[in-house]
């Protein structure tokens, strides 16, 4: 079982950053991509950005060129630097760990840009 607890959401005003953290509880040995969703209200869960543990990255286009997803093997950390934020940014962001056989979850962390 791996836990994973996202932190650095929070407030900000359009135009502003903010940097997401997944920690994950412990080392995945195994070939496994990384990835952050989003949850706006009354929509559905989304993409946001993917990096495998080689550091393969992959963007939905609503972000490309403001955010930037990067991972730390050593310390089983993943991060989303979030630029130029938008009000439609405001979500509910969920980290994910995906193996072949295995897909988890984090609990999500709340971002929420002011216009």
């Known amino acids: 079982q791996v836990h994973l607890v996202e932190s650095g959401g929070g407030l900000v005003q359009a135009g502003g950053s903010l940097r997401l953290s997944c920690a994950a509880s412990r080392t995945i040995f195994v070939s496994n991509v990384m990835g952050w969703y989003r949850q706006g209200p009354g929509k559905q869960r989304e993409l946001v950005a993917t990096i495998t543990r080689d550091g393969s990255t992959n963007y939905a286009d609503s972000v490309k060129g403001r955010f930037t997803v990067s991972r730390d093997n050593a310390n089983n950390t993943m991060y989303l630097q979030m630029n130029s934020l938008k009000p439609e940014d405001t979500a509910v962001y969920y980290c994910?760990?995906?193996?072949?056989?295995?897909?988890?979850w984090g609990q999500g962390t709340q971002v929420t840009v002011s216009s």
């Open positions: 994910n760990l995906r193996t072949y056989y295995n897909n988890y």
